[in-house]
């Protein structure tokens, strides 16, 4: 069975410039959830997704959003890049959405430059 | 205070020693995750409790929902072992809205 995947693995934008990166979760998986984890402030939530509809959304600015599709894949988006959006982005798929283990992608590396 | 607190943060330890690593929590949380990190980014799920313990091969896990604290323990360590681990506890409700330690970088010296 696939594990989660994440494209691209690593990404080099300018500030000011958007970005999207792609989550596709194990087959069978309906949850997807999205993490960005950085030196400064470690590992923290930003959006959590179940059937197509976001259930949590994390403490972010506007400018990164997400959705989820028919088919379970999820895309995050950031526009209007800063610096500080620099990080590891991580999401993590789990076929319910309580109390089921979390099943994590490798990640992908944002660089602002 | 941080809603998750890990100690210790980092801990070096020989191989075939016993390591305990520590969570505390301050919030009511329907599940706490037991996370594996190793350098290059990739994460993988050790653990989710909501009671008692759980072991898997040299891993055991346990947790005291009163005491709002967990332990991770590694018996006879390996250098393979060498990672950060990052406990991470669910919320009520949610699956995925996770409030994660700042993780313990342990390293097995052979």
């Known amino acids: 069975k696939a594990g989660v995947t994440q494209t691209p693995r690593y990404l080099i934008k300018t500030r000011g410039q958007q970005v999207t990166l792609s989550c596709s979760p194990i087959?069978?998986?309906?949850?997807v959830s999205w993490y960005q984890q950085t030196p400064g402030q470690g590992l923290q939530f930003l959006f959590e997704?179940?059937?197509?509809?976001?259930?949590n959304k994390g403490n972010f600015p506007g400018r990164f959003s997400g959705r989820q599709f028919s088919n379970s894949r999820s895309e995050m988006n950031v526009s209007t890049l800063e610096l500080g959006d620099s990080a590891l982005y991580l999401c993590?798929?789990?076929?319910?959405?309580?109390?089921?283990?979390?099943?994590f992608g490798q990640g992908t590396r944002l660089t602002v430059v | 205070k941080n809603e998750v607190e890990q100690s210790p943060q980092n801990l070096t330890a020989q191989e075939g020693e016993f390591i305990t690593i520590n969570c505390s929590y301050s919030?009511?949380?329907?599940?706490l995750h037991w996370l594996q990190q190793h350098p290059g980014g990739g994460i993988v799920s050790l653990f989710m409790?909501?009671?008692g313990k759980k072991k898997h091969g040299r891993l055991i896990a346990t947790i005291n929902i009163q005491e709002k604290h967990s332990s991770l323990h590694i018996t006879a360590s390996h250098p393979r072992d060498s990672a950060v681990y990052i406990c991470?506890?669910?919320?009520?409700?949610?699956?995925?809205?996770?409030?994660f330690g700042k993780g313990t970088k342990l390293s097995v010296k052979p």
């Open positions: 991470a506890v669910a919320l009520w409700g949610s699956q995925g809205n996770l409030i």
């Open positions: 919030v009511g949380i329907s599940a």
């Open positions: 997704y179940f059937s197509e509809t976001q259930r």
């Open positions: 993590a798929s789990s076929p319910l959405v309580v109390d089921t283990e979390a099943f």
């Open positions: 409790l909501s009671s």
């Open positions: 087959s069978g998986h309906r949850s």
